[in-house]
């Protein structure tokens, strides 16, 4: 599986964006998908996950209610929408996909995933 994500930019604080993560290879429709994101000289962290029927969403804290994932599997494209951006928000993004025999489970956890895009940098500025 091939992942590319696109939609990074610079916005104000209070911008939106959306990301889009496109799929390859393979279809997505067993696979549960991630947002992770990455600031200079800080780790990696989750920010949302979505199980592959798209029915569970999980959400990082600092970004419940501003950030909505969605994914549509026909188009093997997961999306993150993003409201209310903060500075702090500024980071590279990068979505991963895994497989899952579980159709209505979210992972948080990086260590689990399969694959991985190369990332899109959002910049938020204040």
């Known amino acids: 599986v091939q992942l590319v994500e696109s939609g990074g930019g610079l916005v104000q604080a209070g911008g939106s964006l959306r990301l889009s993560c496109a799929a390859s290879?393979?279809?997505?429709?067993?696979?549960?998908m991630g947002w992770f994101r990455q600031a200079p000289g800080k780790e990696r962290e989750f920010v949302a996950a979505?199980?592959?029927?798209?029915?569970?969403?999980d959400y990082a804290d600092s970004v419940k209610g501003r950030f909505t994932i969605s994914r549509d599997n026909a188009k093997n494209t997961m999306y993150l929408q993003m409201n209310s951006l903060r500075p702090e928000d500024t980071a590279n993004y990068y979505c991963a996909a895994k497989w899952s025999t579980f159709y209505n489970r979210t992972y948080g956890d990086d260590g689990l995933y399969d694959y991985w895009g190369q990332g899109t940098q959002v910049t938020i500025s204040s």
């Open positions: 290879g393979r279809t997505l429709s067993a696979y549960a």
């Open positions: 979505i199980s592959w029927t798209g029915r569970t969403t």
